[in-house]
């Protein structure tokens, strides 16, 4: 039962406020956080042995075939880091890149548990439909963010291991 009842087109108008708000805001807030942040190999971002620098991904869940289709949310700021595509090669491009695909997971991360709060106004059956919602929006685009990592951090490695080969 929810604490406050209300119409049910006044639930949908402040569901959608509220998805909106959320993303936006979860958004802004790891945007504005330091880059140093998400420099540091936390154990969130670290890569599993499992994963095979997301081969897992692309083998068990066809990151390869659907990844295309994820809109990229930077460009709904200026200071946002376009990820859509690889545009340089250089090292320091492919770890501000890996960078920014951890504070892209934070972010989705950080998007799912607010979805508890939907209880409150919302039908018990409707609360947990955001749970599910928030559930499928953000995983496919954590799992994308673990794949484009793995693929990153397999060239940083070869283009480390030529670097050195070269001096």
């Given at each position: 039962m929810p604490i406050v009842e209300l119409s049910n087109w006044l639930i949908l108008v402040l569901d959608i406020?509220?998805?909106?708000?959320?993303?936006?805001?979860?958004?802004?807030?790891?945007?504005?956080?330091?880059?140093k942040t998400f420099y540091s190999k936390g154990r969130l971002y670290k890569l599993r042995s499992w994963e095979m620098q997301g081969?897992?991904?692309?083998?068990?869940l066809?990151?390869?075939r659907w990844k295309y289709i994820i809109p990229d949310g930077?460009?709904?700021?200026?200071?946002?880091?376009?990820?859509?595509?690889?545009n340089e090669v250089s090292i320091e491009y492919l770890k501000?890149?890996?960078?920014?695909?951890?504070?892209?997971?934070?972010?989705?991360?950080?998007?799912?548990p607010p979805a508890f709060l939907f209880f409150l106004w919302?039908?018990?059956w409707a609360g947990w439909i955001m749970v599910l919602y928030a559930?499928?929006?953000?995983?496919?685009?954590?799992?994308?963010?673990?794949?484009?990592?793995g693929r990153l951090r397999r060239i940083l490695i070869l283009k480390d291991t030529k670097n050195v080969e070269l001096e």
């Open positions: 406020m509220a998805w909106t708000l959320i993303h936006l805001g979860v958004s802004l807030f790891t945007l504005l956080l330091s880059e081969g897992f991904w692309k083998r068990k066809h990151v390869h930077a460009s709904l700021f200026k200071k946002g880091f376009k990820k859509k595509k690889l501000k890149f890996e960078m920014e695909t951890r504070r892209a997971e934070l972010t989705h991360w950080l998007c799912i919302n039908p018990i559930c499928l929006f953000n995983f496919p685009i954590i799992v994308l963010q673990r794949y484009n990592r």
